[in-house]
């Protein structure tokens, strides 16, 4: 027989403290964006993968190389959601939700799944928060969504947290700029990294990306695309700054901000935290005002984010987490009074108490360890000769009516 099984490579449990902190963060998440109108959405785990060839581009890495694809069974693939946003602008097609008012906001706390080489802040199985507004090209959509995620972070204590805006114009805009950038590129291909030059034709604005010295070099006078806005956009860009500046979020204006998904226009943003190490991409989004069409619905705008819960938390201090409180324990000294100290056990959570009884066949001395360990604030204990209820803060302890046990731990002693 070969040894134990393990969680697969890139994922994790969580449980104990992890779990409680994680609640944490999620009830803030809800609470921030409940607040401003987003509403929760949950989209399969997996969906069809044309959604994301389509949807996040096909030359992207995550739909070139990190997609958990299979068989339905049935000679259709399917494939593991690698993000939210094209899952949630398929929703909103299929539900014509078009027909409400507009935007549409919706956020989720999801996981999410890419085939990557695991590293500290990156997994294969991951979860994100993230909030989605379609149907308005308003600025102020970009600017409110902005500042959400700012809000979210700077609540939930990340530290050392920096925001890169840039903008991508419109598409159009965009591939006279990718002609351009190509061009330079080309002219300059002998300083350019193997992997750079490789991805001229499919993906030129990666070369921005890269940490390769000679690379590096070459894009420091590569021309940027902030530079070839036009008019509107730039207009639209200037409008989402002059909000954000209204509400006091610091920005850095990064010319050269790619995000590594394709359906991105005009603004592109992200959130870093120097208190991580290499991943240290805490969130980040933009408008995607091309993605719905690009799935087969009427052209819509779109505006939204993800966060990476896992790198939240490690770049946030430990959440302030309590141990969830136990109002009583109920131990019984022989296991003819077991059935009463269940059914006891059953009322107290019925009246709305937290309740626990003995479930591992311990003595009594045993029972009543286990209750001091679990923070009981009460114990009760079914005997031979009664039921004594006793508090475990003052240690008092006395007989009582079985009938009046509620009636006193709602009444201290
Ligand atoms: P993304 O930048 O690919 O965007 O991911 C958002 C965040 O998810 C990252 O900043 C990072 O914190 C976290 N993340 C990504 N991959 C991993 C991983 N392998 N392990 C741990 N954390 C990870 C999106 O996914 C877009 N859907 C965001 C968006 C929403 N754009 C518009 N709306």
């Known amino acids: 027989m070969s040894g134990a099984i393990q969680a697969p490579r890139g994922t994790y449990?969580?449980?104990?403290?992890?779990?409680?902190?994680?609640?944490?963060?999620?009830?803030?998440?809800?609470?921030?964006?409940?607040?401003?109108?987003?509403?929760?959405?949950?989209?399969?785990?997996?969906?069809?993968?044309?959604?994301?060839?389509?949807?996040?581009?096909?030359?992207?890495?995550?739909?070139?190389?990190?997609?958990?694809?299979?068989?339905?069974?049935?000679?259709?693939?399917?494939?593991?959601?690698?993000?939210?946003?094209?899952?949630?602008?398929?929703?909103?097609?299929e539900h014509g939700m078009h027909k409400r008012p507009q935007p549409v906001k919706h956020w989720y706390f999801s996981s999410f799944f890419r085939h990557e080489a695991p590293q500290a802040g990156r997994y294969r199985q991951f979860w994100q928060i993230g909030a989605e507004a379609i149907g308005s090209d308003d600025p102020a959509v970009d600017a409110e969504s902005i500042l959400l995620l700012a809000e979210l972070l700077e609540s939930l204590g990340v530290r050392e947290v920096r925001l890169r805006i840039g903008s991508l114009g419109a598409p159009a805009t965009r591939a006279e700029y990718r002609a351009k950038l190509q061009d330079y590129l080309r002219a300059h291909e002998g300083g350019l990294s193997e992997e750079v030059r490789s991805r001229i034709e499919l993906n030129?604005?990666?070369?921005?990306?890269?940490?390769?010295?000679?690379?590096?070099?070459?894009?420091?006078?590569?021309?940027?695309?902030?530079?070839?806005?036009?008019?509107?956009?730039?207009?639209?860009?200037?409008?989402?700054?002059?909000?954000?500046?209204?509400?006091?979020?610091?920005?850095?204006?990064?010319?050269?901000?790619v995000r590594g998904l394709d359906y991105y226009t005009r603004t592109v943003f992200e959130f870093s935290s120097d208190a991580l190490g290499a991943q240290s991409g805490v969130g980040g989004g933009g408008r995607y005002d091309g993605l719905i069409e690009q799935i087969g619905g009427a052209p819509t705008p779109g505006m939204g984010w993800a966060a990476g819960v896992e790198r939240i938390m490690l770049a946030a201090p430990p959440m302030p987490v309590a141990a969830p409180a136990l109002d009583l324990y109920?131990?019984?000294?022989?296991?003819?009074?077991?059935?009463?100290?269940?059914?006891?056990?059953?009322?107290?959570?019925?009246?709305?108490?937290?309740?626990?009884?003995?479930?591992?066949?311990?003595?009594?001395k045993g029972q009543l360890k286990a209750a001091g360990r679990a923070g009981a604030r009460y114990v009760a204990i079914f005997g031979d000769e009664g039921t004594a209820l006793k508090d475990m803060e003052s240690g008092e302890q006395r007989l009582v009516d079985p009938a009046a046990v509620l009636h006193h731990i709602g009444h201290p002693l």
């Open 204 to 257: 030129p604005l990666r070369a921005f990306d890269s940490s390769h010295p000679g690379t590096r070099t070459v894009m420091e006078k590569a021309p940027r695309l902030l530079d070839s806005l036009a008019a509107e956009d730039r207009a639209h860009f200037d409008e989402v700054l002059g909000m954000l500046q209204a509400a006091g979020v610091t920005y850095e204006i990064d010319t050269t901000l």
């Open 13 to 93: 449990d969580v449980f104990g403290d992890q779990a409680r902190a994680r609640v944490a963060v999620e009830q803030q998440a809800r609470q921030l964006l409940e607040a401003a109108g987003y509403e929760r959405i949950e989209t399969p785990a997996f969906e069809a993968t044309d959604l994301f060839a389509r949807g996040v581009g096909a030359a992207t890495d995550i739909v070139q190389k990190e997609m958990f694809s299979f068989d339905d069974g049935g000679g259709r693939s399917m494939t593991l959601r690698p993000e939210g946003t094209a899952p949630v602008c398929r929703s909103y097609v």
């Open 330 to 364: 109920v131990a019984y000294a022989k296991p003819e009074l077991r059935g009463q100290a269940f059914k006891l056990t059953a009322d107290a959570r019925k009246s709305g108490h937290s309740a626990q009884v003995e479930l591992a066949g311990r003595s009594l």
